[in-house]
């Protein structure tokens, strides 16, 4: 039995959904999970906002030994949820299993192309 590498529960302080922006590359932002353990995991996912209630109706799986990558301006990945654009939020992610999580964000609404990634924090 593997129990996985990784933690339960991440959060993402920093996210800001842009808009697809110029060029070919499209502005966006994703969450990649690996899940190495040999169950699948099933994950709550809580988006918090400065101004209104937290939203908590996300509902991801990661197969086991699986990576996934969930799109947060694609309304299947956020289980019918319309991620607001240009909208400081935050995200917590909760997992059955341990996981490793990394978020990227794809921001060219500008002719200067930005992306980033960074791991959440993790407990």
């Not at 999580?101 to 794809?106: A, D, I």
Request: glycine share 8%; hydrophobic share 35%.
């Amino acid at each position: 039995m593997c129990k996985g590498i990784g933690k339960k529960l991440w959060l993402i302080p920093d996210c800001e959904l842009p808009k697809e922006g110029e060029g070919v590359l499209k502005g966006h932002e994703s969450v990649i999970i690996v899940n190495d353990s040999d169950k699948d995991a099933e994950i709550d996912v809580t988006i918090y906002f400065t101004d209104k209630a937290p939203y908590t109706n996300i509902k991801w799986t990661v197969g086991a030994g699986r990576v996934r990558c969930f799109r947060m301006n694609n309304k299947t990945d956020m289980c019918g949820f319309e991620v607001p654009y240009e909208t400081q939020y935050a995200m917590k992610v909760v997992s059955s299993e341990n996981i490793v999580l990394q978020y990227g964000r794809l921001d060219n609404r500008q002719v200067n192309l930005a992306y980033y990634t960074t791991l959440g924090y993790a407990e």
